[in-house]
């Protein structure tokens, strides 16, 4: 099997993190991966919140509907979309490349924070305003990701899936 093929069936969402620091190097690294991720008209629509800040981490636990295991992680990860994007490509642009642009960084950081030897979830469910607020992000953003990383504290056994044939329809 292929490196990159092992990194994503082994890629597991991990919710419980120890106490460690990220290197400053792997950081760098994971902020790389989500910078080279395609995007719509290579507009990289798209800002990520690099949030190291205990009490900033307490408040967005509140905005997420109290999933505690955030404040575990050393860094959590907001990944907002640029609406600004509807300027170049209307509301297509609004409703859905910026929300897929986010989502292909999100996808990269993951797969390199495993390989990294780091755990990380995505989270969706989540007050928007309320990031909005706690971030005090500009009116064009919009929080699409929550995403907590570190080294993980646990090693959660593989969800199940469809099979290929469910999944995927082949037009000859």
């Not at 082994?10 to 690294?29: D, G, H, L, Y």
Request: net charge negative; proline share 5%.
């Amino acid at each position: 099997m292929s490196e990159i093929l092992n990194i994503i069936k082994n890629r597991r969402s991990v919710r419980k993190f120890e106490n460690e620091e990220i290197p400053k190097q792997t950081i760098e690294r994971l902020k790389e991966a989500l910078i080279w991720a395609p995007s719509a008209g290579n507009l990289q629509s798209r800002k990520f919140y690099f949030v190291f800040n205990q009490k900033i981490k307490e408040k967005l636990i509140n905005a997420a509907m109290n999933q505690d295991f955030i404040a575990e992680a050393p860094l959590v990860i907001v990944a907002c979309a640029d609406e600004q994007i509807e300027r170049r490509y209307g509301k297509h642009g609004k409703e859905i490349h910026m929300i897929c642009d986010v989502a292909v960084s999100v996808q990269n950081l993951m797969l390199l924070a495993y390989s990294e030897e780091l755990g990380s979830v995505w989270i969706g469910a989540f007050d928007e305003n309320q990031v909005k607020e706690i971030l005090d992000l500009s009116v064009n953003l919009k929080p699409i990701a929550i995403i907590p990383v570190g080294y993980p504290a646990e090693t959660p056994l593989p969800p199940q899936r469809i099979s290929k044939d469910d999944a995927v329809v082949e037009l000859n």
